[in-house]
């Protein structure tokens, strides 16, 4: 952004677009069960990638075989060592016993009922009957715009399917520097007042965002 260059930054702004709204749902309603669906699916994402490196687990044999026919990756070099698979099985047993824990067992029989349901790995937001892509969620939180418009855009870029760039011929952009800037300052924005609603309700914003925000943000969008 200080380069003038935008487009390296437009992953950031559509992961943080995408974390704005995990975020909304999440604070929407029944704030706890949906937390810990997105708690429990990141610890289970992690456990699959763990265990993808054991070759004695169904991952891991299944990855020995996707590894054998990567013409670019050689086996025994992302074998662990000894010592490495010590601290993997450390590292299992240990994500294994935080799933195993009370307060995440609907959330773990919801996640195994939703993926025979859709014969697929649900996305968090897809359980308890919840919406069934980036799509939908968006839908579900009223941002049909956002979704169509900016993050399509964006994904486009993120996927190198964006020949834009290569038209115009142009590196550096000063008019996509403050789009993407004024994006991420708004998306920053919108997350710090969902979060004080949710945990701080009756707080202020004015005083801190006239004192150090607001004259910075305006700068962002003047010729």
Same mark, same amino acid.
């Given at each position: ?6 487009? *390296? ?14 975020? =909304? ?15 429990? &699916? ?7 990638? +763990?265990?993808?490196? @054991? ?6 044999? =299944? ?6 026919? @990567? ?8 074998? /662990?060592? &000894? ?12 994500? =294994?016993?935080?799933?195993?824990? *009370? ?18 790995? /649900? ?7 919840? *919406? ?14 956002? +979704? @169509? ?12 399917? @964006? ?37 701080? /309700? ?20 003047? *010729?």
């Amino acid at each position: 952004v200080s380069e003038s260059c935008p487009a *390296p930054a437009i992953p950031l702004v559509r992961s943080s677009w995408e974390a704005l709204i995990s975020m =909304e749902y999440i604070l929407e309603a029944d704030y706890l069960r949906r937390s810990l669906a997105w708690l429990a &699916n990141y610890a289970r994402t992690r456990l699959d990638g +763990y265990r993808s490196l @054991d070759s004695s687990t169904i991952q891991g044999k =299944e990855f020995l075989e996707v590894l054998a026919a @990567d013409r670019w990756v050689k086996v025994d070099v992302l074998a /662990p060592s &000894n010592t490495d698979m010590e601290e993997l099985l450390k590292g299992i047993a240990n994500l =294994e016993k935080f799933l195993a824990r *009370p307060q995440f067992q609907t959330v773990e029989e919801e996640y195994v009922r939703t993926k025979k349901k859709r014969k697929s790995r /649900p996305q968090w937001f897809q359980l308890f009957d919840g *919406p069934t892509s980036i799509r939908g969620l968006a839908r579900h939180l009223n941002r049909h715009a956002q +979704y @169509d418009f900016l993050y399509r855009s964006w994904s486009s870029v993120v996927h190198a399917q @964006d020949a834009s760039r290569l038209i115009n011929r142009r590196l550096r952009d000063a008019n996509s520097n403050k789009q993407i800037t004024s994006f991420a300052t708004s998306l920053f924005l919108s997350a710090t007042q969902m979060l004080l609603k949710k945990f701080r /309700p009756g707080e202020d914003l004015s005083v801190w965002y006239k004192d150090e925000v607001r004259e910075r943000f305006l700068l962002i969008g003047k *010729p």
